[in-house]
């Protein structure tokens, strides 16, 4: 059985309706345009029966599905068409099947080799893509991750495939994977503020708490009066809270780390990988030394 008769277990159409073809698409598109996605995707599946390999007509149908509400349809319909487009180097492009039929003899120019392989490979980005942002909606997020590694292995620096990457693997509890892809991300893009703060919200939740407060730092050093300002200076806030119960503990029993603090207070703190910012190093000063240093359970100040 040929891949295209798998479609709904029945891809293969009537002989007599292709001439029916054109009207049926319109058809499709006029019921997606009174919003009843169900029924035009049901149409244009149709349609996709008899020509199978047309890339656009799956997103098509993909996208009208996912309107209707039924991601799971629409993820069937997507890995049909990279099943189909994997199964086919040449769609619908006379020019490639040329080159197609030219390099099998040997005899083509490298140029029209190629025509075949990049065509292919540019449906395939974008139905990997689909698929991936299908996964995502869905919060299958394992399939989500395969997909985006498939797309990723075909444009390793597509932006778009690496940001949902970055949001599966966190809703995957994959925390590390999830630092190391937006570590790609903000190379690729340094001035991205949303970046900078999914990748500090990461550093949070893999405890890396210093690092998390200089990312919110430069965000909101580079983005004064962004809307998402205030709520980087109170998560800064908060890492600074964070940070200075876990060096006051530490300076309750260790005593040569305290001294230390007292000796080399901005070196100590950075050889053990604490970050603060100026308001969280002055309250810390003022806890260790200018407060009651013998009883560390003063409550914290609200730092601003």
Known sequence: MSIASEIYNNAVAAPGEKTDMALLEDQAHELANRSQWGAAAKALLRVARVEPHNTERWLKIAQWQRQDHDVKAAAKTLRTALRLNTSSKVADNPTAKTGAKKASSGNSPKILQDLSPIANQAAS?????????????????????????????????????????????????????????????????????????????????????????????????????APFTQEAYETIETLDKMQIQQILARATEDYTFRLHLQRAFELTLEANDFYLSDSGRESLRHLLWDGSVDDLTVPLPVIH
Not at 130 to 151: D, F, N, R, Y
Not at 163 to 192: F, K
Not at 204 to 222: K, M, P
């Open 125 to 225: 980005i974008a139905l990997w893509l689909a698929l991936a942002e299908t996964e995502m909606e869905a919060q299958v997020w394992a399939e989500c991750i395969a997909a985006c590694e498939e797309l990723l292995k075909l444009a390793p620096q597509h932006h778009l495939g690496q940001e949902i990457l970055a949001t599966a693997l966190l809703y995957n509890a994959q925390i590390d994977e999830a630092v190391e892809v937006m570590q790609g991300l903000l190379r690729l893009s340094p001035r991205d503020p949303l970046h900078r703060l999914k990748l500090a919200t990461l550093l949070h939740l893999q405890g890396q708490l210093g690092n998390s407060l200089r990312e919110f730092q430069r965000v909101v050093s580079a983005h004064p009066d």
